[in-house]
């Protein structure tokens, strides 16, 4: 299958090539923008692979994607390319609704006008594959509930609002036109050549280098977890065998609090890499005002993944957790870099500054 990624240089869409150009006999071709949070050097293992090719450039460049699609014969689309880190999107919500709506739906089009020109054969075996996140079903209770497929959807935040948007386009695009469509929603990923924005990576980094380790609120929110290279081979099979029309919600069954996970890194730090001046890492946590409309708890039940398509996790998030900070301590010549430029300082804070003193006005 000839399978093109859009936004294969993010964290999930780079393990996604690696996943299809390393493990399968698919052929990959990776469209992305390079903004801030995208690294080459997160495919360096693939980038001489005769089945892999990168292009640089914009999925809201039409022709761009029209000539793609055609001078490749794509097979099925893989779209990941998105803005996702939600404390950006309380800043700038912009970007988010330029690439993550309008994006999405000048790639619906654009396959959709390739769709209709294909063989019987290959529109029936065709797949548009739309790559989306749990948030969009907003906030769970501290009990037994999980997300399922039928959940309502119910996003909080501008990311969250933008990505269940793109969601609604990809499904009305089969319901009206009937494009092939397969929907995914994951929990939250981590992993290897994770940007040092999200908790895990700048939890790692930070605590290598002693700095203090911010933990929104008291640290209450509850994630499940999902190792980024199980979560390519469940992306690999929604492609290849999903059933147009159907999602498919892929978690981890890892649920941990904020501060559990922050507390377990600071332990396998403490083991892996002792600071010099022998202080326990997790004297270094420090609770931090909380991000507005922080949604409490994420859960997902992944029992028609792996019911339908044969999928498990295969790492549980100790064993995750544990090749993740082991890859962040021998490969520092590819987050330096980074660090250069993004230290992780906190986003999303004026905003809340503005709501707490809006709410302290109020009568």
Known sequence: MKILVTGGA??????????LIGNTDHSAVNLDKLTYAASLSSLESIQDSPRYRFVKGDILDRELVRTLLRSHDIDAIMHLAAESHVDRSIDGPGDFISTNIVGTYALLEEARAYWSELSAERREAFRFHHISTDEVYGDLPLDDSLFTEDTPYAPSSPYSASKASSDHLANAWYHTYGLPVVLSNCSNNYGPFHFPEKLIPLVILNGLEGKHLPVYGRGENVRDWLFVEDHARALELVVTRGVPGRSYNIGGRNERSNLAVVETICDELDQLSPLANGQPRRSLIDFVTDRPGHDLRY???????????????????????????????????????????YAGQRLGVKTAARVETTKDAAP
């Open 10 to 19: 993010g964290f999930i869409g780079s393990a996604v090539c690696r996943h």
């Open 299 to 341: 859960a997902i039940d992944a029992s028609r993944i792996e019911r339908e398509l044969g999928w498990k996790a295969q790492e549980t998030f100790d064993t995750g957790l544990r090749r993740t900070v082991r890859w962040y301590l021998d490969n520092e010549a590819w987050w330096q870099p980074i660090r250069e430029r």
